[in-house]
């Protein structure tokens, strides 16, 4: 699977170049939530717990709406790499009437189920009104963010991807002073705290969602794409097709953070110290993940277009290639957390109980970096061969058969606590990976078994 043959050394470059963009993207989407918490932990202690509750539910939206979209870029890769360019402006129209849907959706999942959830979820009488106020404002951004994923899926399925760095960081740069005057009361204003905070969310994914239609719309890339002369009417066939598609991404990804929120709460009440050292590990390994998942992203696309070629060797180069570079990022994560995790930890915290529980927690970060990034690249290159029902259920199995069980049997019957749970993430994610890398290994042999690539349409609306 890892021989390194001059096909695959010749995808590593092309590869490399197209993540980048999409890490720093995805670092900046880390940032925002970064930024959030900051403005809010220097308001108040109770308008960051606010924030952080309804963040950890708008959180569910976001999940929700990247998994769905994910299902243009591989499908617009596919048809690009078949020469069918003519086909690509419509399916992206019909994948916006799907953003469309979505996103109302989610507004309204949101507005009305979040504070029915954060009652179930036993959050604190105090918070609730603040937590609701926060939900209530960022809700808004719902429509936005199903659209922005949808828009800047377009360019990516295209090996585009200097837009989403650039507006990514448009974004966080924007962010900063729109949160602070709205949460703090500036410019005349009044005083908005964790309202404040969901309003500036909302109006900066609106304004990343407008910076990306108006690229879409004049960048000359897109001219050729064979945009239909009046704005089609929605296509059930082809909506059809992006949602069975899209369906099982949505599940996949929402399995695997489903599972760090389940841990977090359990966590929950092993009490502050621990919470607080769990939190120290988590954001470290999240900002960890930025890279490979940047790396699924580009080898979703360059095995997309390769299997819309018919390039067999191709799929299996870029599968490769895809895997080498993750393996390289994920020996500097995991060199990192395990050579100096007082020092990583020491930045978050000056309290000895939390940093030293935090340091023994991010070594079994370190641990898991590789089976992570592996799990992760190879949900990608499955992904550009637009298979997406086998491994959701094969994600499901590993993180809530084997990782959950696995961590409660440690940290409860054998009372090994936070470090317990964390020893289940570390089963559950190395079943996915395993699984998930045997499953692209097999379907890249077998051409026959790839799914929905194109082929001439027996009508002009049938795109996929």
């Known amino acids: 699977m890892f021989s390194l043959s001059a096909r695959t050394r010749a995808e590593l470059r092309p590869t490399a170049t197209l993540a980048l963009p999409l890490i720093i993207g995805q670092l900046s989407a880390i940032g ?36 769905v979209m994910l299902a243009l870029p591989p499908s617009v890769a596919q048809l690009d790499g078949a020469g069918r360019r003519e086909h690509i402006g419509h399916l992206f129209q019909q994948a916006l009437w799907l953003a ?19 009652r179930v979820i036993g959050v604190a009488p105090g918070l609730l009104a603040d937590v609701n106020a926060f939900v209530h404002a960022v809700a808004w951004g719902a429509p936005a963010l199903a659209f922005y994923f949808t828009l800047r899926g377009l360019p990516e399925g295209l090996s585009v991807t200097r837009p989403t760095m650039l507006i990514g960081m448009l974004g966080l740069a924007a962010l900063i002073p729109i949160g602070y005057v709205l949460m703090y009361g500036k410019l005349g204003l009044p005083v908005l705290g964790a309202r404040g905070s969901g309003i500036a969310t909302a109006i900066v994914i609106w304004l990343m969602a407008l910076a990306m239609a108006l690229h879409v719309a004049f960048g000359r890339r897109y001219r050729d794409l064979g945009w239909p002369a009046r704005w089609p009417a929605p296509h059930p066939a082809s909506i059809g097709k992006l949602l069975r598609l899209g369906a099982p991404m949505g599940v996949s990804v929402l399995m695997e953070s489903s599972l760090f929120v389940a841990v977090a709460l359990a966590i929950g009440t092993l009490g502050e110290d621990v919470v607080a050292a769990h939190q120290v590990a988590l954001n470290v390994a999240a900002v960890a993940f930025m890279l490979p998942l940047g790396l699924a992203m580009a080898i979703t696309i360059r095995v997309g277009n390769a299997a819309g070629r018919g390039d067999a060797e191709g799929v299996r180069a870029a599968g490769r290639a895809g895997l080498l570079l993750v393996l390289v990022t994920q020996c500097v994560s995991s060199g990192l957390m395990l050579l100096a995790p007082h020092a990583i930890a020491g930045l978050y915290s000056s309290d ?25 690249a190879s949900n990608g290159a ?77 009508d002009p609306s049938e795109v996929t």
Do not use: C, N
């Open 32 to 67: 925002m939530s970064l930024v959030d918490a900051m403005l809010a932990g220097h308001f108040s202690a109770h308008v960051l717990g606010a924030v952080a509750v309804g963040a950890s539910l708008w959180s569910l939206a976001v999940t929700a709406a990247f998994g």
């Open 100 to 118: 469309l849907a979505l996103g109302v959706l989610l507004f309204f999942g949101l507005r009305f189920g979040a504070p029915w959830l954060v």
């Open 352 to 376: 000895l109980q939390v940093t030293t529980l935090a340091a023994q927690l991010l070594m079994l970060a370190g641990i898991f970096q590789f089976s992570d990034g592996i799990q992760v």
């Open 382 to 458: 499955l992904r550009g061969l637009k298979d997406t029902r086998v491994p959701m259920f094969l994600t499901a199995f590993a993180y809530w058969v084997v990782g959950m069980p696995v961590g409660g049997w440690l940290a409860i019957h054998h009372d090994l606590g936070a470090r317990g749970w964390w020893m289940g993430l570390i089963a559950g994610l190395t079943v996915a990976a395993v699984v998930l890398t045997t499953r692209f290994q097999r379907l890249s042999q077998q051409p026959e078994r790839w799914k929905d690539l194109p082929a001439p349409p027996p």
